[in-house]
């Protein structure tokens, strides 16, 4: 399959986008750009606004009772209904009258510098890969050699910026580096994009919960074990000599949005 035909499939095969009208707020992120992190502290601020339990943990299958899988069924009525994905949206999300057909929520979209993304999924994932640096970054037109890579962040990038593009209000975009900088002032603004009324304590609770240090002691022993992994070398170092000349060819061939993002330099967060 080359590249333009997996575009094609994900733009007008991928219908997960029609379950999406059964939701108050919906959170699309690109991978590993603090999913876990930034659904852990949503969830805590929803436990605490709305008087049900935390959760336990911050894995998926802990944090899916709060902001789950679209196909997941409530398990707190009283919660506003939420729900998370990596999704590509099908072709039908760029067109006015499928939007209201399907009532589309407003969305949280949450991403993070590419270089940033590379890095730390290279260096979570490593062990299963199983090639080096600069073969990763090379990628897979086919999107079937790894979970994530420039094709992907490419196709993920291209879709959600035309539909920012075209329905803007639809759509808060959020930077991971931003969140990092202020993640209270983060929860805040996704909340009102979904007309939730957090409360101020609950807000305080979750940003001290979603610290690294507080997270640590949440980590579920039946989850993956590597989700606050740490990366060794430097984005400078890794993106240097011909790693450097791989990727800026790739963003120059595949990208066609930036998402507010300059590729080209290290972001320092």
Not at 212 to 237: F, G, H, I, T, W
Request: hydrophobic residues 40%.
């Amino acid at each position: 399959m080359s590249y333009a035909a997996r575009v094609w499939n994900d733009n007008w095969m991928n219908f997960s986008v029609l379950r999406h009208g059964a939701f108050d707020g919906f959170l699309v992120t690109s991978k590993n750009s603090g999913t876990h992190w930034m659904m852990y502290m949503f969830a805590v601020a929803l436990a605490d606004t709305y008087g049900v339990p935390r959760p336990k943990y911050f894995s998926e299958n802990a944090l899916r009772p709060y902001l789950g899988s679209p196909t997941d069924e409530p398990v707190y009525p009283q919660l506003p209904r939420l729900a998370r994905s990596h999704t590509i949206p099908h072709q039908l999300a760029n067109w006015g009258w499928a939007r209201r057909l399907g009532r589309l929520p407003p969305y949280a979209l949450c991403v993070r510098h590419p270089m940033a993304i590379l890095a730390s999924h290279h260096a979570k994932w490593e062990y299963d890969i199983q090639v080096d640096w600069r073969e990763y970054l090379k990628g897979d037109p086919d999107g079937k050699r790894y979970r994530c890579d420039l094709y992907w962040l490419a196709r993920f990038w291209n879709r959600w910026g035309e539909v920012e593009a075209a329905y803007p209000s639809s759509i808060l975009r959020v930077h991971y580096e931003a969140t990092r900088a202020d993640p209270r002032g983060t929860l805040e603004a996704i909340a009102r994009h979904w007309a939730i009324a957090l409360t101020p304590e609950a807000l305080d609770a979750a940003v001290a919960a979603g610290t690294k240090e507080a997270m640590a002691l949440k980590v579920d022993p039946e989850a993956e074990p590597n989700v606050l992994q740490n990366r060794q070398q430097s984005l400078q170092e890794l993106f240097s000599g011909e790693a450097m000349d791989i990727y800026a060819s790739r963003v120059r061939e595949l990208f066609r949005y930036d998402l507010g993002y300059d590729f080209m330099t290290p972001p320092t967060a």
